[in-house]
């Protein structure tokens, strides 16, 4: 079983949908939480970093964590053909840059206008 | 300020050569890591240096090495190339602190082809 699991695509939605995109992971020792995302031909971007279990929203974007089911979710909201993108969930067992990347394999997104 | 940059961008090599990547972080930057990208396995961390110095590995066989130089521009090397290795090879840089929003910023990667 890999550490990371990420629901497989791709997903397509409607502009102005709510998209929902979900990761598990499987080493309790995770304790950072990232969303990625990549447009094609381009390196990953941050987009949400979270610490623990619990929310955090930031415009369109809300990141929940689950560690008591070793869950984690991406939620956006009113999606625009923007967002169109592959996005990646990833996790660390420590913070910083001092510290190993284990990522989901992704999953594409596209918003149809 | 510029971001993190990668050359080449895209590279043809054949089985058994070898290839060195090259990878400049964003200034004041001290911290390299590379990922390695493929759609069967997605992202895998391939190590990491600090100040001239690796100081994190992913599991990934010795034909796989880097090294980091005094201004933190790094470079990695394949030596002997399997076709497996064909790949979009990211470097991401960050300050290298351990504070707990620190963030990686990545470069737009080197596509390699192995033919």
């Known amino acids: 079983q890999k550490e990371v699991e990420q629901d497989p695509g791709p997903l397509s939605v409607p502009e102005g949908a709510i998209v929902s995109l979900n990761c598990t992971y499987s080493n309790s020792a995770f304790q950072y939480f990232m969303w990625y995302r990549q447009y094609s031909r381009k390196g990953p971007e941050l987009l949400m970093y979270?610490?623990?279990?619990g929310n955090k929203e930031d415009g369109r974007f809300t990141a929940q964590v689950d560690k008591s089911s070793k869950y984690i979710s991406l939620f956006i909201r009113d999606s625009q053909p923007s967002d169109s993108a592959t996005y990646l969930c990833?996790?660390?067992?420590?913070?910083?840059?001092?510290?190993?990347?284990?990522f989901g394999k992704g999953i594409t997104l596209s918003v149809r206008p | 300020k510029a971001g993190v940059t990668q050359t080449p961008r895209y590279l043809i090599k054949t089985r058994g050569q070898q290839v060195t990547l090259s990878c400049s972080p964003i200034?004041?930057?001290?911290?390299v890591s590379w990922y390695q990208q493929t759609p069967g396995q997605g992202l895998q961390f391939l190590f990491e240096?600090?100040?001239?110095?690796?100081?994190n590995k992913g599991n990934f066989p010795g034909r796989f090495s880097g090294r980091q130089f005094s201004n933190s521009r790094s470079e990695m090397n394949v030596s002997t190339l399997e076709l497996g290795d064909s790949a979009l090879y990211l470097c991401?840089?960050?300050?290298?602190?351990?504070?707990?929003?620190?963030?990686?910023?990545f470069g737009p990667g080197t596509r390699l082809l192995v033919l």
């Open positions: 991401a840089s960050s300050r290298g602190t351990s504070g707990a929003s620190e963030t990686q910023y």
């Open positions: 200034s004041g930057h001290r911290s």
């Open positions: 240096y600090f100040s001239e110095t690796q100081r």
């Open positions: 979270t610490y623990s279990s």
């Open positions: 990833a996790m660390s067992r420590r913070a910083g840059a001092n510290s190993k990347l284990t």
